[in-house]
């Protein structure tokens, strides 16, 4: 398996795009999934397969990759964005989730 | 919607179970995952179950001291965790695996299972 890093937190000004990056050796050959988790409440997805985006998720949000980098880009921030964001990969049959990112809107 | 059992407190070295029940969807079609949550920290894969056959994956972290069942008619499955220690104090989520597979993600969670293993 391997490991996939986030930074620890991530501050936006309401109505900015916040970028959030995940990297690890071999997330280039691998879907990455996203995840939202607000205080007190189970993850939520929100991007799949790189930049998918689940119905009922706002357009706002959107996913990209580029080698072995991952990035979750929220645009128009709003005060509900702020939440805890992981990223999620496979690593062979074994799921590998990073150490989670804190966005706060400032 | 999944539904998970009530909280719990532990003393170190009993075990745990923790059931997870779906509602609205065909149970057995789906692989379900079990994930925790230590306080503070990221969420930590546990495994996997598929709720048709029962086929298990688990992480190597666990392996030997968790278990994976399943009850259909019940659309149910639990996560038994043996030995318990201080440290396996967090929320456990079991979260279902989309039907478009792995790569689509996991679609819907259950509320979280609070365990604390306290002496």
């Known amino acids: 398996s391997y490991e996939v890093t986030q930074p620890p937190s991530v501050s936006v000004s309401p109505g900015q795009t916040a970028s959030i990056p995940c990297s690890g050796d071999?997330?280039?050959?691998?879907?990455v999934s996203w995840y939202q988790q607000r205080p007190g409440q189970s993850p939520m997805v929100v991007i799949y397969q790189n930049n998918k985006r689940p119905s009922g998720i706002p357009e706002r949000f959107s996913g990209s990759k580029s080698g072995n980098t991952a990035t979750l880009s929220i645009s128009g921030t709003q005060s509900m964005d702020e939440a805890d964001y992981y990223c999620q990969a496979w690593g062979g049959n074994i799921v590998i989730f990073g150490g989670g990112t804190k966005l706060t809107v400032l | 919607q999944l539904f998970q059992s009530g909280a719990e407190v532990k003393r170190p070295g009993a075990s745990l179970k923790v059931s997870c029940k779906g509602s609205?969807?065909?149970?057995?079609?789906?692989?379900l995952h079990w994930v925790r949550q230590a306080p503070g920290h990221s969420l930590e894969w546990m495994g996997w179950i598929n709720a048709g056959n029962g086929n298990t994956q688990y992480s190597q972290k666990f392996q030997g001291r968790v278990t994976f069942t399943r009850d259909t008619p019940a659309n149910t499955v639990s996560m038994d965790l043996r030995s318990l220690r201080f440290e396996d104090t967090a929320v456990y989520y079991c979260?279902?695996?989309?039907?478009?597979?792995?790569?689509?993600?996991?679609?819907?969670w259950g509320q979280g299972t609070t365990v604390t293993v306290s002496s």
């Open positions: 979260a279902r695996e989309s039907a478009g597979g792995r790569y689509h993600g996991m679609d819907v």
């Open positions: 071999k997330l280039g050959d691998e879907y």
């Open positions: 609205g969807f065909s149970f057995t079609t789906y692989a």
